[in-house]
């Protein structure tokens, strides 16, 4: 993580459905001038996966926070602190030529961030965050040469251009009912589903589908993964932040428990019947 410490875990159940975003997704971010539009539930990984992923392909990932309540007053003063970061951002993937994810959920308190990632992302225009001499030392560090002619400069400015458009990709995650609508080529829309009811009720069957599950509920086989939809429905509506890995968890300690209390009763029972055979 480029401006953040992060020492969590990151938890992750590889279903089929997890597999298929985490596929377009590294996708996306492996191929130049592509950026995303990842547009989810609460709670449906947009965050975990980006992160995953940009560790899978050795990328710095930068995640930019909303602004704290002192940061809203101080608007001006943000938006400097943010062209301090994108000229840092693109020092790193030019000169070390280091390939990076920005990260950015859409809310109304980012849109200024929003707006300008996306201007980047779409044209590559660096040089509207550096000052004149600014500017001319990242074209003295990027090429190694001192006074550079106009023409030098020129090539300098296309060749890092090329750079950024190579190694920079814009990650903006927005929730379903998020009516921002960013409309470029260069960014593809992906939608993370898999908390969608037939998924969480397709998941709930392939775990109970044990020997020991399968016979103790075989009549009621296509009952409870509606009852554990609903159950999770009901958490979420309670909880604060729901994620799917809750939901997972859930139905993996239903089917564990559900299965071991059936061989405890197949014990006693056997028990039993020797003891009464005794």
């Known amino acids: 993580v480029y401006n953040t410490n992060s020492n ?4 992750l159940r590889f279903s089929k459905h997890v597999l298929y975003h985490i596929s377009l997704i590294h996708l996306a971010l492996n191929r130049p001038g592509k950026h995303i539009l990842l547009k989810g539930r609460s709670g449906s990984g947009r965050y975990t996966l980006t992160r995953f992923i940009s560790n899978l392909l050795e990328m710095d990932f930068v995640n930019i ?12 003063e943000r938006i400097l602190g943010f062209y301090t970061l994108l000229r840092d951002i693109i020092t790193n993937t030019t000169v070390h030529q280091k390939r990076t994810t920005v990260f950015i959920r859409s809310s109304p308190k980012t ?27 990242l074209y003295i560090r990027f090429t190694g040469m001192h006074q550079l002619t106009y023409e ?23 929730d379903l009912s998020d009516s921002i609508f960013f409309d470029s080529t260069n960014f593809d829309q992906i939608i993370l589903e898999s908390d969608r009811q037939e998924i969480f009720k397709a998941t709930a069957l392939e775990s109970l589908d044990g020997l020991a ?40 300690c239903f089917a564990h428990f559900a299965a071991a209390d059936y061989q405890d ?14």
Do not use: C, G, W
């Open 65 to 76: 926070s909303p602004p704290s309540p002192d940061e809203e007053l101080a608007e001006e």
């Open 213 to 252: 599950s399968r016979k103790l509920i075989s009549s009621i086989k296509d009952k409870i993964p509606n009852l554990l939809y609903k159950l999770s429905e009901i958490a979420r509506s309670k909880l604060k932040f729901f994620h799917p890995n809750m939901y997972y968890d859930f139905v993996d």
């Open 152 to 174: 030098q400069r020129l090539t300098a400015f296309n060749q890092i251009q090329s750079t950024i458009r190579l190694n920079l990709h814009v990650v903006i995650a927005q």
């Open 111 to 137: 849109l200024i961030e929003e707006q300008l990632l996306f201007n980047l992302a779409s044209q590559n225009n660096f040089a509207l965050f550096f000052s004149k001499s600014q500017l001319e030392d």
């Open 8 to 11: 969590d875990k990151i938890a």
């Open 265 to 278: 009763v197949l014990s006693m029972n056997e028990n039993i019947q020797s003891a009464l055979e005794f």
